[in-house]
């Protein structure tokens, strides 16, 4: 077993105050926006079996002599894994804290990543002008530790033209026509929304600012099981245009569905699935990628392209979960499905038992989600409070005491 110190990641989306204040560290003034929990090469995490864990500042954060970047640490002891590909953690493990809605986005499959990656390596593509960092594909799940809002997935298509005609229905005449149409409708008024010229973008975002809306509902109230909340779209794309001002990404927010995640609910969104993260917290799971195409609301690269040839246009698309704690009163558990290969999540909840977790075959990653309890195992003990992760070789039993709970994540 060994210690993990997560990698800080401060983008402009990011939180001051969400995940210093899970953590209970000071803040620095910076948006925290992510901390990463495995060993993607772009951020890994720094592995020690005697060190304290704490976020990392920054990317060569020291944990002391006997640390290690935890994929050399694999590369070195690959029968810690025990996977078919040998020497690399094939999920991801993050927490999460978006204060503003984060980039209108997609993730390809795991030919499209392959082709993609191959092409713009033979093209020599310059790394700033680059989609793919990977040849692998990204299926993630974000798993609300407070209440979560995002956009995922395509609302059906009638729905989105009857917003855009009490929008602007001059401007976005040629994409209410199109959603219409029996075949490729939403497909080919997304791409025209996405398309707008300037003028045509500026008069839509100006008769958005000035027309009468129901309320954007935020995440109060009981939301149906996957998820869906009925505010009005058109006060969700308003609400984005406070933070992207003249984007057309806050247009393409009207095609998409609205969810709202309750703490212990979890959103899976595959391969194709429009989505943008609205603001939370949460604890993210996902392959371990960093292949996202942009849309919009970013300051990074958009490919509008790219991004059209493999999204999928079916309505709806994402999955939401929110499974029950079985068990009783010392000890409960609570199981995710895994709709992915690559990972599947296990929150453990104790409160004065030892509970023995469930055995895997290939390498795990738990993380403290709140309370203070102990990770035990034959080898080590490790104290843990919110934001504290171990890793566990293939094969490694754990057992959990204390007071708290604790995300388990490992390979189906």
């Not at 990641?9 to 210093?20: F, I, K, M, N, V």
């Not at 986005?105 to 499209?112: A, E, F, I, R």
């Not at 209410?176 to 497909?187: E, V």
Request: a negative charge.
């Amino acid at each position: 077993m060994l210690r993990l110190q997560g990698r800080l990641q401060a983008y402009d989306w990011g939180s001051r105050e969400a995940l210093p204040a899970f953590l209970g560290l000071p803040g620095d003034g910076r948006p925290w926006a992510e901390i990463w929990y495995g060993a993607h090469p772009s951020a890994p995490a720094l592995a020690s079996s005697v060190s304290p864990c704490v976020p990392a500042a920054g990317v060569d954060a020291d944990l002391g002599p006997r640390s290690e970047r935890l994929d050399r640490w694999l590369a070195e002891n690959p029968r810690a894994l025990r996977e078919p590909n040998g020497r690399a953690l094939p999920y991801l493990v993050k927490l999460l804290a978006a204060a503003r809605p984060l980039s209108l986005q997609v993730h390809p499959n795991s030919d499209q990543a392959a082709r993609g990656f191959a092409r713009e390596g033979a093209d020599r593509t310059p790394p700033a002008s680059r989609n793919y960092a990977d040849d692998k594909h990204k299926p993630e799940t974000l798993l609300a530790l407070v209440p979560t809002r995002a956009l995922a997935g395509f609302r059906d298509a009638e729905s989105v033209a009857a917003d855009l005609e009490r929008l602007a229905p001059d401007v976005l005449r040629a994409a209410i026509s199109q959603l219409r149409q029996p075949a490729n409708g939403l497909r080919d008024a997304f791409e025209t929304v996405l398309r707008l010229d300037r003028g045509a973008i500026d008069s839509a975002l100006t008769a958005l600012q000035g027309i009468p809306l129901a309320g954007s509902g935020g995440s109060g109230g009981s939301a149906p099981a996957d998820g869906t909340w009925g505010q009005d779209s058109l006060a969700v794309a308003r609400e984005v245009l406070e933070f992207y001002p003249g984007d057309v990404g806050v247009l393409a927010t009207i095609f998409l569905q609205p969810r709202s995640l309750e703490p212990g609910a979890a959103l899976s969104v595959g391969a194709g699935v429009v989505h943008c993260y609205l603001d939370g917290l949460g604890l993210e799971v996902m392959a371990s990628s960093d292949n996202v195409i942009r849309a919009g609301l970013t300051s990074k690269r958009v490919d509008i392209d790219e991004l059209l040839a493999i999204v999928d246009f079916t309505a709806g698309g994402a999955l939401v979960d929110h499974p029950r704690a079985e068990g009783g009163a010392n000890a409960t558990v609570q199981s995710y499905p895994a709709h992915f290969s690559e990972y599947q999540v296990t929150i453990y909840g104790i409160a004065g038992a030892s509970v023995e977790t469930k055995g895997a075959h290939g390498a795990r990653v738990a993380i403290a989600l709140d309370g203070q309890t102990r990770a035990n195992c034959p080898d080590g003990r490790a104290a843990l409070v919110a934001g504290d992760a171990v890793f566990l070789g293939a094969g490694e039993s754990l057992e959990l005491s204390g007071h708290g709970r604790v995300a388990v994540v490992g390979v189906p």
